[in-house]
């Protein structure tokens, strides 16, 4: 069963930072690709973010380019967000999401935020101004 379990949420101020982390387990799949999403009170879900396996693909929405930055460890089968220069926007639940037997060079090459196949809880992320 595949597991996803993120942490690192919390309250900062603006222009401060935080990394969330995303373990999974569970994993046996060599192609698939890790989403991180979010959601803001009275706002639709999107896709912050997406690494594919071995880092072949990434992805980021345009209102998070050059502060954030998604990353993995294959040892420790965990994902990361770097999150750097917070704006009180990006207050929202972070989710993980996963999708498995993908192509991992055109998965992330845009959002899809309608193809994941597991999440995980969610983590909220407070940025005050």
């Known amino acids: 069963e595949v597991q996803l379990v993120e942490s690192g949420g919390g309250l900062v101020e603006a222009g401060g930072s935080l990394r969330l982390s995303c373990a999974a387990s569970?994993?046996?799949?060599?192609?698939?690709?890790i989403g991180w999403f979010r959601q803001a009170p009275g706002k639709d879900s999107e896709v912050v973010s997406c690494?594919?396996?071995?880092?072949?693909?990434?992805y980021y929405v345009e209102s998070v380019k050059g502060r954030f930055t998604i990353s993995s460890d294959n040892a420790k089968n965990t994902v990361y967000l770097q999150m750097n220069s917070l704006k009180p926007e990006d207050t929202a639940v972070y989710y993980c999401?996963?999708?498995?037997?993908?192509?991992?060079?055109?998965?992330?090459?845009?959002?899809?935020?309608?193809?994941?196949?597991?999440w995980g809880q969610g983590t909220q992320v407070t940025v005050s101004s």
């Open positions: 999401a996963a999708v498995v037997n993908v192509n991992p060079y055109f998965f992330c090459s845009g959002p899809r935020p309608y193809e994941y196949d597991y």
């Open positions: 569970g994993f046996t799949f060599d192609d698939y690709a």
């Open positions: 690494i594919s396996s071995s880092e072949r693909g990434t």
